[in-house]
């Protein structure tokens, strides 16, 4: 029987509940949202009254499992650019996905936003019964990949995030060097840059999280010197050493890139969108069903979203992994 309730709505159920073919076929909504949402028309988080956008399968049933992503945007960045830039949405029902894409009014994300953020998963466990979220993910990019770091082992997702995906925003368990040309580049009509009073603060190394989950990194090669071959976040799994696993083509190019960081262009910044090869490595047999894993986007840098194939190698990793911590 199909659990109905304000939150979660099918529109035609004259068919009858057992027809799933039938089923698939009908308009879903969750939390009022169409599965194949209007970036102009988000969601409203009602406690804050802020928005995001939320992508989940068109067929999706009110008794099955599914993997639920915070998918958070970068410094500077937005709803629309995340969508694009990580579109974990192309796969929401191969995978069984629902995918929560939030917003920062300021385009940076602080503890101010954590209740915002916290709502979010609320709302999606709520909607869909947490005895169905499979496993929870955050994933973010550079900005967003860091404050998923903070998050994951907070009093609030310590126990219901499964696995952490770091989209060029910080690797556990050894970070690699960054490229000399990292970071965001000047343009030629920039106006000349303010002299420097004091010295630049060195980047120190942020203390391992205290809780267990799930760690992939995914970085542009030309943001990082060289890639670690050991990583201590595997060690504390007893996972089994490095393996690379066969590159994964695109012929296809991502859907975003920096249109205003072009003139000119870095290598390590991102150039315009095109397809690519990405290289994997897993470390395999972790404990308790947990996976970590790294992946190199072949000549690729910061901004470049994320072509189809290997997103759909990534989401193939992140639902392989355990989970089950929010079901208790």
């Known amino acids: 029987m199909l659990k109905i309730s304000t ?34 028309h988000p969601v409203t988080e009602p406690a804050t009254g802020r928005t995001f956008v939320i992508d989940f399968p068109c067929d999706l049933r009110s008794d099955e499992e599914v993997t639920v992503i915070l998918n958070l945007h970068g410094g500077g960045s937005n709803t629309r650019y995340q969508h694009g ?40 466990t709520a909607a869909v019964g947490s005895e169905n979220i499979r496993a929870l993910w955050l994933a973010g990019h550079s900005q967003g990949g860091s404050t998923s770091r903070r998050l994951v082992c907070t009093e609030f ?54 809780c267990d989950f799930s760690h992939i990194f995914a970085i542009g090669e030309h943001e990082i010197v060289e890639l670690p071959t050991t990583s201590t976040w595997a060690e504390r799994y007893h996972c089994a050493a490095r393996v690379q696993r066969p590159d994964v083509v695109d012929t296809e190019a991502g859907h ?46 910061h901004t470049e979203g994320l072509e189809p194939n290997v997103v759909k190698e990534i989401l193939r990793l992140m639902v392989s992994a355990s989970g089950g911590k929010i079901q208790g």
């Open 157 to 210: 997702f310590r126990d219901k995030v499964d696995g952490f995906l770091s989209l060029s925003g910080g690797r556990l368990g050894g970070s690699p060097q960054r490229s000399p040309d990292a970071g965001r580049p000047r343009q030629a009509d920039d106006p000349p840059p303010a002299a420097r009073t004091t010295p630049p603060t060195l980047r120190t190394e942020v203390e391992q999280p205290d």
């Open 256 to 301: 975003v890139h920096d249109s205003g960081h072009q003139n000119p262009a870095t290598k390590a910044w991102g150039r315009l969108p095109r397809g690519g090869t990405s290289q994997v490595f897993v470390y395999p047999d972790c404990d308790d069903g947990r996976v970590v894993a790294d992946v190199i986007r072949v000549d690729k840098g």
């Open 7 to 40: 939150l979660f709505l099918v529109a035609s159920l004259v068919t009858g509940f057992g027809n799933q073919k039938v089923l698939a076929q009908q308009s879903v909504q969750l939390l009022g949202s169409d599965c194949t949402p209007d970036l102009d």
């Open 85 to 124: 830039y990580f579109p974990a949405f192309e796969y929401k029902e191969q995978f069984r996905l629902i995918v929560a894409t939030p917003y920062s009014p300021v385009r940076r994300w602080s503890e101010v936003d954590d209740a915002y953020l916290q709502n979010i998963v609320s709302l999606i």
